[in-house]
Nanobody
């Protein structure tokens, strides 16, 4: 079964950095699209970024563009979310998700819309506060 698992919960000051990881349990991560999402207090879930199968492309939300970076570690079977220059509004529960239902050609691109994803992790908490 497809079971992405997040790790890297933490408390960080504004301007700091934090790395989250998503373990590809039960699937080959480079065969599918992986997305990162978050939900802050009193907010709806929103996409932060995504990476395609075989890392053809990445896509980031405007709110994190230039600050967040998604990468893969094939040997460790993880997808990493490197978060830099963190702001208080980045606080929230972060989720990784897997999109599997599209063709190989279509999965050369990715979207930050949650409706495109099929399997979700349980989430990990990030708190950006002084």
């Amino acid at each position: 079964q497809f079971q992405p698992v997040e790790s890297g919960v933490g408390l960080v000051q504004p301007g700091g950095s934090l790395r989250l990881s998503c373990a590809a349990n039960g699937f080959t991560l480079d065969d599918y699209v992986i997305g990162w999402f978050r939900q802050g207090p009193g907010k709806e879930r929103e996409g932060s970024g995504c990476i395609t199968r075989r890392s053809f492309n990445t896509n980031y939300a405007d709110s994190v563009e230039g600050r967040f970076n998604i990468s893969k570690d094939i040997a460790k079977k993880t997808v990493n979310l490197q978060m830099n220059s963190l702001k208080p509004e980045d606080t929230g529960a972060y989720y990784c998700a897997v999109e599997t239902s599209r063709t190989l050609q279509l999965m050369r691109q990715c979207e930050t819309r949650g409706d495109d994803y099929d399997y979700w992790g349980q989430g990990t908490q990030v708190n950006v506060s002084s």
